[in-house]
């Protein structure tokens, strides 16, 4: 019997059967080189090395919210920064 090709003419890819789904293996069983070398390049991130900080949830108005996004990637890391600096000054 012929396989059904993945991709029709149109370049659209078709639903996989689950006898097909079944014949999925884990990359690291089917192809280990392929993963060791991405295993390798991910990596695992380490303990932390600052004091750690602790998760909290805090309700802001949307312009601060709007603000610090806007700034970008870091934004809470600077929304951080600058209510260390406020205790500072307020102790």
């Known amino acids: 019997m012929k ?4 991709i029709d003419k149109d370049g659209e ?3 996989l059967t689950s006898g097909e789904l079944k014949q999925f293996k884990p990359l690291a069983e089917a ?8 295993k390798k390049s991910v990596g695992e991130r380490g303990p932390q ?4 900080k602790v998760p ?7 312009e ?3 603000y610090f996004r806007a700034e970008g990637k870091g934004w809470q890391g600077r929304i951080d920064h600058v209510l260390k600096d406020y205790v500072a000054h307020h102790k």
């Open 3 to 6: 396989k059904k090709p993945l």
């Open 64 to 66: 601060v919210v709007d």
């Open 56 to 62: 909290i949830s805090i309700r802001v108005s949307s």
């Open 31 to 38: 192809n280990p080189s392929l993963f060791a070398k991405i």
């Open 49 to 52: 090395k600052a004091p750690t």
């Open 13 to 15: 890819i078709r639903e």
